[in-house]
């Protein structure tokens, strides 16, 4: 589904301060695979994202997404199969206009048809009892952040792209809101079958929510196992000790 291979990635080439935010590095997922990506400060993830979606170029390497390289994709195209969702609430939503506003602006993305009655993103505002079902005239600046990172989860996934990418997107929540919205998380990937990679640094949610983790190193995987709570908690240990 993804396919990365022998990617490079180098930032101010030819220059005393250049940096290679990715080299040699390869990563494969498979469909509706959750991936959680970890690792310290300047590994590489950031980069990583914008490779996933289109805003970095390729030094070296390919990338290809439903077996298709990404250099025949065209920008708009990927836009519309690629989601992600930021750290920051306000970066995912429309502020200024309504819920009922933001949610008909999403269901535009992919170009689908907009049909109210049935549509999904709504059925999952609702599964989250945070009322908003019930606030569709109201102005999404009023929301809270929890609120708005909710709204973001859905308008990111309300046309079902092929991955959707998650930048940090509990890092600015509190604790309560933190678990509301990885919920949503879990049922997006798990409900509607989408294929997530998460960046985070909180190892809270790691262990609790990971299935699959991949560790970054100076631009390479150090680290790609999957997480079985019951059985490998100290491979965790050993990749969050280093």
């Known amino acids: 589904m993804v396919e990365l291979k022998n990617i490079r990635v180098v930032y101010n080439k030819n220059q005393v301060n250049e940096k290679k935010a990715l080299d ?7 469909k509706g695979e959750f991936v959680t990506i970890i690792g310290p400060n300047g ?30 994709i065209k920008p708009y195209k990927l836009f519309r199969n ?21 949610l008909i602006l999403g269901s535009k993305k992919g170009n689908r048809f907009f049909s109210f009655g049935k549509y999904e993103g709504l059925e999952l505002l609702k599964s989250l009892n945070m009322g ?8 999404v600046k009023e929301f809270s952040g929890g609120q708005k990172q909710a709204l973001a989860m859905v308008l990111a996934s309300i046309t079902k792209p092929d991955l959707l990418l998650l930048d940090e997107h509990t890092a600015a929540l509190d604790p309560k809101n933190v678990e509301k919205v990885m919920e949503l998380t879990m049922k997006i990937n798990k409900e509607l079958g989408l294929t997530i990679i998460m960046v985070t640094h909180n190892m809270k949610i790691v262990e609790k929510y990971s299935s699959r983790i991949v560790e970054i190193k100076d631009g390479k995987v150090t680290k790609d196992f999957v997480y079985e709570k019951t059985h490998n908690t100290e491979e965790l240990k050993k990749v969050t000790a280093n």
């Open 24 to 30: 040699k590095f390869e990563l494969s997922i498979k």
């Open 43 to 72: 590994a590489g993830k950031t980069t990583l994202l914008k490779v996933l979606t289109g805003e970095v170029a390729l030094d070296q390497g390919s990338f290809t997404l439903n077996n298709k390289s990404i250099k025949r």
């Open 82 to 102: 690629v989601g992600i969702v930021y750290q920051e609430p306000d970066r995912g939503v429309f502020p200024d206009l309504t819920l009922e506003e933001n």
């Open 132 to 139: 908003l079902e019930n606030r569709l005239k109201t102005k």
